[in-house]
T-cell receptor, first 111, second 114 residues
């Protein structure tokens, strides 16, 4: 199983600040997915990136897939307390319909 | 629209006890999954079912068994619980054959084994 490394593990910031979290690997992926998990709930899909160099925006969240398709980043502009949660990246295994997750980044946005 | 429903929400077991975690989805998905989530380790796949009647081991299957009862239901059984199985368990479902179809998760079962 290929390894997805997410950094930082934990991030605590003030409301209004910008931040970037990373998802890295030494392997090439056909695509990556980003999920957000709020306390007491299951993860929910935010976005899927497929093409090397692709940039996708979801309101204040910007997702980028590296040119070599080995890494991805999530940038949040003007973070809000509602952005608090665990951010997980994941890839789908080549064989079978199984999703492999990174360990995640815990984000806490203080008001 | 209920989506993926897991029961129970919380459970405390003593070492050696057995229990079954229940999962049902109403989205007519063929694929279903069981993951466990531990601090600092993300979500790890325990078992997977591509369709009714089929199951496959994931990354951490030891100590668990599963049953795909029908298209809607996929249960996870701990035959003899161990403290190492203390975790939050998530069931998920997805549509197979559609590239990059998302996983839809339930809200988890928090299990403590003492």
């Amino acid at each position: 199983t290929q390894l997805l490394e997410q950094s930082p593990q934990f991030l605590s910031i003030q409301e209004g600040e910008n931040l970037t979290v990373y998802c890295n690997s030494s392997s090439v992926f056909s695509s990556l997915q980003w999920y957000r998990q709020e306390p007491g709930e299951g993860p929910v899909l935010l976005v899927t990136v497929v093409t090397g160099g692709e940039v996708k925006k979801l309101k204040r969240l910007t997702f980028q897939f590296g040119d070599a398709r080995k890494d991805s980043s999530l940038h949040i502009t003007a973070a809000q307390p509602g952005d608090t949660g665990l951010y997980l990246c994941a890839y789908r295994m080549e064989y079978g319909n199984k999703l492999v997750f990174g360990a995640g980044t815990i984000l806490r946005v203080k008001s | 629209n209920a989506g993926v429903t897991q029961t129970p929400k919380f459970q405390v077991l003593k070492t050696g006890q057995s229990m079954t975690l229940q999962c049902a989805q109403d989205m007519n998905h063929n694929s279903m999954y069981w993951y466990r989530q531990d601090p600092g380790m993300g979500l790890r796949l325990i078992y997977y079912s591509a369709s009714e009647g089929t199951t496959d081991k994931g990354e951490v299957p030891n100590g668990y068994n599963v049953s795909r009862l029908n298209k809607r239901e996929f249960s996870l059984r701990l035959e003899s619980a161990a403290p190492s199985q203390t975790s939050v368990y998530f069931c998920a479902s997805s549509i197979p054959g559609i590239y990059n179809s998302p996983l839809h998760f339930g809200n988890g079962t928090r299990l403590t084994v003492t």
